[in-house]
């Protein structure tokens, strides 16, 4: 028999975090609409997009660089410091995204990004953040923590992208996604339970393909904030240059292999040489995703993270939503 979550969830998940994460299908739904309803209307000629934000609210970048490979013709970046880079002008569409609307590091770039009369969409529930500027997108406010409404972080500006003419109608994949992870919630809830359960006492390492080198990031975050664990990730074939030459690794090693389901051939060819060449360093477990667009096997493998992440602070003996040590940060700060 494996643990009993229900009963470690009622003494230590105070806020009931697991409860809200399990609404994520719905927070997706709601998400897209958010984006869909902002009318944006700018004739200029956009050249790149620069995704301001940090922690929870800084993964869209890379969510949607992942995601976006082949839509779109330009370059997106994602920017986790108090300043832009040197090409940010009036042709840059910069998203400023902070969940409390008062991280500094993010109100900075907002600032200059407005100074330098970049196209700018601010997302924030609250703060000052989100009385600044023309575009704006109000976030609900009822997430436990701002990394857990991950999907309104990062899904209202792909139907921006769309408005703006800088990627084709994504409808299908959307539909798609919501299907599958309204469908799959169970499913997925298992497979979170058992991941967790495998993870307990290990130091996750998480390796996955080019495609969805962002859920990995995504991974390691969540494991680090929900279940105050330590976490590494890497991409293949990157880590087929230098990682994979390791020969020390804490013994406690567990390698998560997330695999995408719709790998390259050659991709999958380096994920079974890879495992094999590791298999005496720790042991090791596949997480598949499912669906037929990249939009739909990414938010499935991302759901399956936000629950298993949860499941093992509650094996940690932890409550998933505190960040203590974030929080002493922020306030040191501000002295
Ligand atoms: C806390 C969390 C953090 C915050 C980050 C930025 O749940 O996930 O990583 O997201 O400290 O704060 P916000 O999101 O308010 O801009």
Redesign the pocket.
């Known amino acids: 028999m494996g643990p009993d979550f229900s009963k470690l969830a009622e003494e230590l998940d105070k806020s009931n975090a697991l409860g809200f994460l399990k609404t994520f299908p719905e927070q997706c739904r709601n998400a897209l609409e958010l984006g869909r309803r902002l009318e944006i209307n700018d004739g200029r000629k956009i050249s790149n997009i620069i995704v301001s ?6 993964i869209g970048g890379h969510i949607l660089k992942n995601l976006l490979k082949t839509e779109l013709a330009i370059p997106i970046e994602a920017y986790h410091s108090y300043s832009l880079p040197k090409y940010a002008d009036e042709n840059t569409l910069v998203f400023a ?7 500094e590091e ?1 109100l900075a770039c907002m600032e200059e990004a407005l100074k330098r009369n970049c196209l700018v969409v601010g997302l924030a529930s609250g703060g000052k953040l989100k009385d600044l500027g023309k575009y704006r997108i109000a976030l609900p406010r009822d997430a436990p ?4 409404a991950v999907p309104f972080l990062t899904l209202p500006m792909i139907p921006i992208f769309e408005k703006l003419g800088l990627i084709k109608n994504q409808e299908n994949s959307y539909n798609e996604m919501l299907s599958l992870l309204e469908e799959s919630r169970n499913e997925i809830d298992e497979i979170a339970r058992d991941a967790a359960a495998e993870l307990k006492g290990k130091f996750p390492i998480i390796y996955a393909g080019d495609e969805m080198d962002s859920a990995a990031y995504r991974w390691v ?1 969540e494991l680090n ?1 929900n279940s105050k664990t330590l976490a590494h990730f890497q991409e293949i074939p990157e880590m087929n240059h230098n990682e994979i030459n390791s020969e020390i690794f804490p013994e406690n090693t567990a390698f998560v292999f997330l695999r995408s389901g719709n790998e390259d051939a050659k991709i999958a060819k380096r994920f079974e040489i890879t495992k094999d060449v590791l298999k005496d360093y720790g042991k090791q477990i596949e997480i598949f995703a499912k669906g037929n667009s990249l939009l739909a096997r990414m938010y499935y493998v991302i759901f399956i993270d936000e629950l298993a992440s949860c499941y093992l602070a509650l094996l940690n003996g932890k409550d998933p939503e505190p ?1 203590p040590k ?1 929080a002493y940060l ?1 306030k040191r700060l501000a002295e």
């Open positions: 934000g940090m922690g929870g609210s800084g995204v902070s969940y409390s609307g008062n991280t993010t923590q701002p990394r857990m975050c904030e960040v974030i922020k």
